[in-house]
């Protein structure tokens, strides 16, 4: 006859998984900061120029999406005598 199992093997392994845990966010938030730092971060001028570029894409894609737009339900209305 076995005798029955205990519990202690499986809280051995918990542990060791806790550890492990730890040490791979350590290692995650060490490769980041490593990582971080190779970063070439834009300057004033550079951050500037390229937000108003954004600014302005998007502008012009919303304004070319709004005539799609309203092009679309023109010709909706013309076709289908909607008022």
């Known amino acids: 006859m076995t005798s029955p199992t205990?519990?202690?093997e499986p809280q051995k392994k918990a542990a060791s998984d806790e550890m492990d845990v730890a040490?791979?966010?350590k290692n995650f938030f060490a490769s980041t900061y490593d990582e971080?730092?190779?970063v070439v971060?834009?300057?004033k001028q550079q951050?500037?120029?390229e937000s108003v570029a954004v600014i302005i894409m998007v502008s012009f894609s919303a304004a070319a999406i709004a005539a799609v737009s309203r092009f679309y339900?023109?010709?909706a209305e013309q076709i289908f005598?909607?008022?």
């Open 41 to 43: 971060w834009p300057n």
């Open 23 to 25: 040490k791979k966010k």
């Open 81 to 83: 005598q909607l008022n």
């Open 6 to 8: 205990t519990n202690q």
């Open 36 to 38: 971080l730092k190779l």
């Open 47 to 49: 951050l500037f120029s």
């Open 73 to 75: 339900g023109w010709a």
